[in-house]
């Protein structure tokens, strides 16, 4: 559990600095951006499977294929699913749709806290139910003050979930599954950076590009990678209410690049960021809980000890 937990706030926090980072890929336009982001993350990627020993899933899959063909059907309806995300994650700071965007990491949370409870019957805490009632303040506010929903909105509140309630029907959870979500899209990724334009002209006229480029494909592997393993580790309510941390913090990163909050915005943020402040409160206090019962454990087998002399 603690591993998932550190796993979504890296994770969480590796996404905000990505969502500020686009700033220096200018001057490419979000098709190059997510065709470089996705060139340069393949590889980073493969780098941090071999880190985390899980490498032979990319086998595991290839072999699938083979098995029953009819499964490579599934895996490109799954890199479409992943991948469109990730390219709209970069679209929307770049043609100032951020605040859009990250609305769209607000519902997420609560979608997924729904299938949850009602795909997999899983159950809330206290603490948990004050946290979704909170968000779902924020969120309906948010919803009730802009009268609609943009498409980047809903897309990205309902696609991710599918997303990953697929991937645990698949049985492709794994790290080994989201590279060949990436692996898929290369196609599309080389065209968007050769055919569709010649961003090879523009790198060379920026050689700074080559750096962010590294860095983009660097940050996506660490945040993505992170993200994909959470997932795993993590019950899909827990994995829900914890993708709040990100939101917020694409929430700082549009603010940070000039994306103006209007008085009656902070209606929908402050109880989103009171939901978060009781999901760090109960994690804290389950913490401290967690290291009194083996600081009591051990002083009782250290007692039992004592009397065996």
């Not at 992943?82 to 949370?109: D, K």
Request: hydrophobic residues 55%; positive net charge; proline residues 4%.
């Amino acid at each position: 559990m603690y591993k998932g937990v550190a796993l979504s706030v890296l994770a969480s926090v590796t996404f905000g600095v990505l969502y500020f980072y686009t700033q220096f890929l200018k001057p490419l336009d979000s098709e190059q951006t997510f065709a470089w982001r996705m060139l340069a993350t393949l590889p980073f990627l493969t780098l941090f499977m071999w880190w985390t020993g899980d490498l032979k899933h990319i086998t595991e899959i290839f072999k699938r294929i083979f098995k029953q063909p009819t499964f490579l059907i599934w895996l490109i309806i799954s890199s479409l699913l992943c991948t469109t995300q990730l390219w709209l994650f970069l679209w929307g700071p770049i043609n100032g749709r951020g605040l859009e965007v990250s609305l769209g990491y607000f519902l997420l949370p609560l979608v997924m806290v729904l299938i949850g409870c009602v795909l997999y019957k899983e159950k809330l805490s206290k603490w948990q139910i004050a946290a979704v009632v909170f968000a779902s303040i924020g969120v309906g506010h948010e919803l009730w003050r802009m009268g609609s929903i943009a498409w980047e909105t809903a897309y990205v509140a309902v696609a991710y979930p599918v997303y990953f309630f697929l991937r645990r029907a698949f049985k492709t959870d794994h790290l080994g599954g989201f590279w060949w979500d990436l692996f898929l899209i290369l196609p599309v990724a080389i065209y968007l950076a050769t055919v569709y334009s010649d961003s090879f002209a523009l790198i060379g006229q920026f050689p700074h590009l080559i750096w962010a480029v590294l860095g983009l494909g660097f940050l996506s592997a660490l945040g993505l990678g992170s993200y994909i393993l959470a997932s795993r580790y993590l019950p899909f309510v827990i994995f829900g209410l914890l993708s709040y941390l990100e939101p917020v913090l694409l929430a700082f990163a549009s603010i940070a690049l000039g994306e103006r909050v209007e008085a009656a915005e902070w209606f929908t943020y402050i109880p989103i960021w009171l939901a978060v402040l009781l999901l760090v409160l109960e994690g804290s206090i389950h913490l401290v809980k967690q290291q009194r019962k083996q600081k009591s454990l051990a002083q009782n087998l250290e007692n039992y000890q004592d009397r065996l002399k």
